[in-house]
Structures are given as structure tokens and as C-alpha cells.
């Protein structure tokens, strides 16, 4: 079986045995956004056309998207593996597309995600979970079904304003600062919000506080920290790449909050699944 | 004597009387950001230069930073008149510039304002004071005197968000809102804090149920009662450009809290007041 995890900047390949063990692993920059409408097809023979044949392929990510090569309509929670089966959609014999998941909030807000329930189900942990990133998903799991779950802009808000505000002209990219980084995680928890928290970073610079490279640390700490705080749980599952996971395992920390860490690559298992799934669904044909 | 507010993008002159009224009044586009260094003198003269004369000049804003003609530097909290015209920094004969002033929070944390004062100690009001802006101002009055005060990114971000995040994408320019802009107030008040609110804005829309020209406003409504819930005030006084004046009392209104508007030229007041203490140190040289 071959998975797939197709996002917005990247390509991500996976050949699975008949254990669902990963044999052979290929990356590359081709995410949605670099390929236009119609080429799908053509990405996909390029990339990996050697490992096509019988096996089926099963591609989350935003492949499944408005963008991508066909929209996989969103599956509601509470959303398990027989819900996100029941919405996969074959794009081509044998090559299907798993759909994203939606819910709304206590006040009716909608979120959306995809590709993360993918990580989600394969890391088969109930509990919350938590995967960073431009957009982190805070996800609920109860009996492996994904139940509700919330999005924060943390990562988005932290680039843009590193790359276009007047606190990113104050920074200077150097190594991570762990020092700054728990000062701002310890700061999201005073008074004032984070609106006025973001102001701080300038005034502390401005009065010799914090210095040029300290100042980026001290900002990611801060949107961490106010993300992790809109949570009250005392232990989560972090699912991510390694520098970023541990920098919220870091965060969680300074929180009072146990975090376990899992690799994302943990998608596959659920791809898998889901193949072996289909192949059930192809049987009763 | 001659009032000027000269900030970072505008300089506002006003030519008053032996009573303080505006007789007067002159706007150009010369904030500092437009002004050399060194420039400064030749701009005053450039665009006021047939009012001066023997009236003293007092001017307030940015003209006093780092970048500006001369750095006055912060006064400290708690800051009256009398702390504020002991700051006053002479940059030639007659042309005086009003220092900025800095607190720290109870975190100690430090923030800086620089031309607020002026406009605060203009307003003539104790209580708790809004200025609405870029870097908006909530200040703390007592007995005439600034005790403290705490600056929200709130402007900063609204435009950072719309102009380079993803949720400027989906955003039309149009007639503000102002049921979307009641709503994202009342949104800043539920469970998940402003980072998840933000991913609202896009989720909203995704769904069809924010319009592209809505967006914009339901964001700003978001912002401003982000900043508005960091206050527990019932009553406070907002100063401001007519238009972002009216839009913060809707949102305090939403809130139940009074608010009530006072216009921003109340700057002059305090100007000339300075001026006036000016003379009387003079008279004891």
C-alpha cells in the first residue's frame, strides 16, 4: 500500500509492507500550492510513478481540498476511521482521497481541519491531542474518535509578525533562546492579554531587555504559551517535527502540563487502516 | 503660542490665543518618518515659519523620540503636569518639545507612551482613558496625574492580518459592518482566546457565513473587544478621531460600559498650558 501526505507545501510518500511498516520514504516540494490545476495526476506518476501497480495509494492533506486535485467534502465529528472511510473518494482506480473533518464550537463557530485527523487516528491515543504549527489543532479524542477539536493562528501570527511588523524589526534570526522562549510563556499568564502582551516585546527591547535575538524567542513563547493556556488539561499528546514538538513539550512544562511525544509520521498507520478498509469495502463489491 | 502635535506620520500645528483657543490650524503629511535627520528645523520653518515670532513653540509626539529632532527622554509614572514640563527638552530658542512618559506593570514590564500624555492631561478627566489607535492607550488618571498605563497592538494587527495573513485574503474592502463588528465583540468574550478566534474569521467565511466585505469588520470587532475585555471598567472616556472614537463606543456599548467622547485637539489644552508654565520658569531665570 502506498500513503500519501499531500499538503499545501509539501509532498510526502510513503510505501507500506503488508504490516504497514514504512520500506521506502520520498519527499518533495510539491505541495498544492506549486501545482496547478489538472497536474495532479502528472505529480503523482513523477514522483512515485515506479510504485504504482495493484497496491492501492491513499492521500490525505490538502490534496483533498478546493485547491487540490479533488475536494473531499468535510466529515463531521464525532469522526472515527468508519466515518473518514465512509468519505474517502477515488480520484482514479485504485487512488483515493481522505476527507477532512469539521465541528463547531459550543458557540456554533465551525473549524475545519485536514490532514491532521490522519495523525490524529494514527496515533491512536485518546486524550487530548495537540499538533502545532501555522495553524495548531487542539484535538479531543474519546474512544479512537476524534470528538472535537479547536484551531489557533499561532504560527501564521507569529511569521507575519516577525516578517511585517515593527516587532520583527527589532529581531535578528539567531538560535532559539530557551530562556526568552519561557519568559514569554511565563508572561502569557499575567494580566493585560495578548494584545498587550505583543507590545511588551517592543518596550522590553526598547529599554535594553530583551535583545534583537532574544526578541523572536520571547514572541514565540508568548503566542505558545497564550495557545496553551485556552486549554486547562494536565497532560497531552504532542504530534509534530521534532524542534517544534519539543518547543511545546518545553511550553507545556512551564505550564505544569505532562506532554508525550509522537512523530508525525504516525499518519501512515492510519492510511494503512484505512487502505485495509477499502479493501473490505472492495470485497463486497 | 504655537501647539504642534508631530508624530509619525502627520504634523498638526495650531496658532492659539492669550486663551488658548485655536485660532488657527495646519495639517501637512511630515510626520517623522518623512523627515531627515537634521531636517527637522527647516520643516518647522517650511510650515509654519510666518507664525513664529516671539510666541512660544511646544511640541508633543514622536518629534521627541530617537528618531525624531531631539530624544526628550520618558518621564515616569505617576506624571502630572508639573513632572511633564520638568522633562521639557529646549531644541533652539523658544521651541520646546514635551518628553514621553514609561511605566511598569506589576510584572515589570515596561511600556512607553509619547504624545498621549498630552492629550490625556488635555482632557482635563480622572478615570480610565482610551486612546484608540496603532498602539492603543488605556490610561489611568488620578487627581490630574497619569499613574499608570498599558498599550494593546490592536491597530497594528488589524492591519498586519489584512494586509498579509491568510484571512486578508478573503477580504473585501467595503462599508464598515457594524452587526459583523457587534458580533466579533461578542465572540472576543467566549472560550478559546484570540488566537482560535482568529482562525474564526477564516472558518466563518470558508463556510459561508461571513462575507468577504463582513470579514474585515467581524475581525476588527474581534480585536477591539479583546482590548476592551483586558479593562473591568464600567466607565471610561474615549479619545480619538471621530470615526475610530465611534467604533470603540459601540464596542463598549456591547460590553456595558459608558463611554463618552472626547476629541483629540483637547492636545492643545495641555500645550498650552506647558507653554504657559514655560513663561513662568522663564520669569524665574
Avoid at 25 to 45: C, H, Q, T, W
Avoid at 111 to 130: F, P
Wanted: glycine share 14%; net charge negative; charged share 25%.
Amino acid at each position: 500500500m502506498i500513503a500519501i501526505d499531500w499538503g499545501t507545501t509539501s509532498f510526502r510518500a510513503y510505501r507500506l509492507d503488508a504490516q504497514g511498516t514504512i520500506v521506502e520514504a520520498r519527499n518533495a516540494p510539491k505541495g498544492i500550492l506549486s501545482v496547478a490545476p489538472g497536474a495532479f495526476p502528472g505529480v503523482l506518476e513523477a514522483e512515485i510513478g515506479d510504485w504504482l501497480g495493484d497496491a492501492p495509494v491513499v492521500m490525505s492533506g490538502m490534496v483533498g481540498s478546493r485547491q487540490g486535485w479533488v475536494e473531499a467534502p468535510y466529515v463531521a465529528c464525532p469522526a472515527g476511521f468508519e466515518e473518514i472511510a465512509g468519505g474517502l473518494r477515488e480520484v482514479r482506480e485504485g487512488v483515493w482521497i481522505v476527507p477532512g473533518v469539521s465541528c463547531r464550537d459550543a458557540a456554533g463557530v465551525p473549524d475545519v481541519m485536514r490532514g491532521e485527523e490522519t495523525q490524529v487516528l494514527g496515533a491512536g491515543r485518546d486524550g487530548l491531542l495537540c499538533l502545532p504549527g501555522t495553524h495548531s489543532k487542539w484535538v479531543e479524542v474519546r474512544n479512537g474518535r476524534i470528538e472535537r477539536f479547536s484551531t489557533y493562528m499561532t504560527g501564521e501570527l507569529y511569521a507575519v509578525l516577525k516578517t511585517h511588523s515593527l516587532l520583527g524589526r527589532m529581531m535578528e534570526e539567531g538560535r532559539p533562546d530557551r530562556r526568552a522562549f519561557r519568559e514569554g510563556v511565563a508572561r502569557s499568564g499575567e494580566p493585560g492579554g495578548l494584545l498587550n502582551h505583543l507590545f511588551g516585546v517592543r518596550t522590553r527591547a526598547l529599554m535594553g531587555e530583551l535583545d534583537a535575538a532574544a526578541s523572536a524567542s520571547y514572541l514565540s513563547g508568548l503566542l505558545v504559551g497564550h495557545e496553551m493556556r485556552a486549554s486547562s488539561a494536565s497532560r497531552i499528546v504532542i504530534i509534530g517535527e521534532r524542534m517544534l514538538a519539543e518547543h511545546y513539550r518545553d511550553a507545556a512544562q512551564g505550564l505544569g502540563i505532562e506532554a508525550e511525544l509522537v512523530e508525525p509520521t504516525c499518519g501512515t498507520r492510519a492510511l494503512f487502516r484505512l487502505g485495509a478498509m477499502l479493501r473490505g469495502t472492495h470485497a463486497n463489491k
